[in-house]
């Protein structure tokens, strides 16, 4: 088997509710386009598992202050008889307390607006315990690769990029990319990972828990002037980390050649020179020019390029090695055709689509030359290929 498919069917509860962007079916309609295009071919193992991360791994990021609170706000509205306390890290359901989760006011502290299910202003049930299996999902892909089960591993659900420490926003609510990426860390011994964030969105969260750290060689690809916000050029990491933290904030309409000429000047030399031992790519639909929350411009040409360009990495840097993590797209139509067009690159396969999309040529050339040159003249002084 080369490519392993990870997920835990609890994730598709990972749904912030009626009227909210991120919804629990993205999922159902992965899969089904899955099998449609991917299904019969032996080169591919869906893995279905029920684990879920657990406190110690949740703390390779989270506060334990964070982490009971959303537990607690997460369980509010669950029967308590059907809850495995000893699990959550209660005795038993009267040492958890009444069935009141913390008050919207003390939950403000901890999680955005964004994070809250639209139609109750409340933190979805359930969603807490969705966010443990993204997370040990994402942790399993490491596991997959690094143990050799499986040459590239895709976690189906992974890549929420946005969480921090103590606080969740712009629905993310543990960032299973920094826990993957410390588990690596602390299971494995790695000393280089390289992750590479394509997400429309800036993760501000991922570079901020990684921001001092020279273990972590973090290029973030994104739309500037979006949400978050953070992701200039000049963040480039502090400390010991200087150099270490790549930001390239791209205008709106940035296409397929664009984003290729970042690779093959940027993403490609850096990697060379950084030698990774394991590659983490993260970041799903919401680049491609449909979208609903973004305007970026890929088509899914482009994505298959993203996933060819991985590949093209993983073999030449990690003996075939990577692992890579989907979550994102707002566009239901768009979603299930990018996750699998980022797949077919990865995988060195083209797929047969039953209705081919028109899709336009979007280009940004002028400024995409003029970040690349900016992100080189920045970056000089840590990296020989920048110079
Ligand atoms: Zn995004």
Redesign the pocket.
């Given at each position: 088997m080369s490519i392993a498919i990870l997920y835990n069917p609890e994730i598709q509860n990972y749904d912030f509710g009626l009227g909210h962007a991120f919804r629990g079916d993205r999922f159902v309609s992965f899969f089904q386009a899955y099998q449609e295009v991917f299904g019969a071919d032996g080169d591919f193992k869906v893995i279905r598992h029920e684990e879920l991360a657990w406190d110690e791994d949740l703390r390779l990021l989270h506060t334990p202050d964070y982490i009971n609170i959303l537990k607690a706000a997460s369980l509010a509205d669950e029967e308590p008889d059907d809850l495995n306390w000893p699990f959550l890290g209660y005795a038993n359901r009267s040492e958890w307390g009444p069935k009141v989760g913390p008050s919207r006011q003390s939950l403000s502290v901890y999680v955005s607006q964004d994070n809250l299910d639209p139609a109750t202003g409340r933190l979805p049930a359930g969603i807490e315990k969705a966010a443990r299996a993204v997370v040990k999902n994402s942790m399993l892909a490491v596991d997959t690769v690094q143990q050799g089960r499986a040459e590239k591993a895709v976690g189906i659900g992974g890549g929420l990029h946005h969480a921090k420490a103590g606080y969740g926003e712009g629905f993310c609510i543990y960032n299973d990319v920094v826990i993957a990426g410390r588990h690596a860390r602390k299971a494995y011994g790695l000393e280089r990972i390289l992750i590479l964030d394509t997400?429309?969105?800036a993760g501000n969260g991922t570079c901020e828990a990684f921001y001092d750290d020279p273990q972590v060689l973090y290029i973030d690809l994104h739309q500037a002037g979006i949400y978050p916000g953070t992701g200039a050029a000049e963040e480039i990491g502090s400390g010991a980390g200087k150099g270490f933290t790549v930001n390239v904030p791209l205008v709106s309409g940035t296409g397929d050649g664009d984003y290729e000429r970042i690779f093959d000047e940027i993403i490609i030399p850096l990697a060379r020179e950084f030698r990774p031992q394991l590659i983490i790519r993260y970041g799903g639909s919401?680049p491609h020019f449909a979208d609903s929350l973004t305007s970026l411009g890929l088509t899914m040409a482009g994505f298959e390029m993203i996933g060819a360009k991985m590949r093209q990495l993983a073999g030449e840097l990690c003996v075939g090695c990577c692992v890579d993590l989907l979550c994102?797209g707002y566009t239901p139509e768009i979603l299930p055709r990018a996750w699998l067009s980022l797949i077919a690159g990865l995988s060195g396969k083209t797929i047969q689509w039953p209705q081919p999309l028109s899709e336009p040529v979007y280009q940004r050339a002028a400024e995409t030359e003029a970040v690349i040159r900016q992100v080189k003249t920045i970056l000089q002084p840590y990296w020989k290929c920048m110079a």
């Open positions: 997400d429309a969105h919401d994102s």
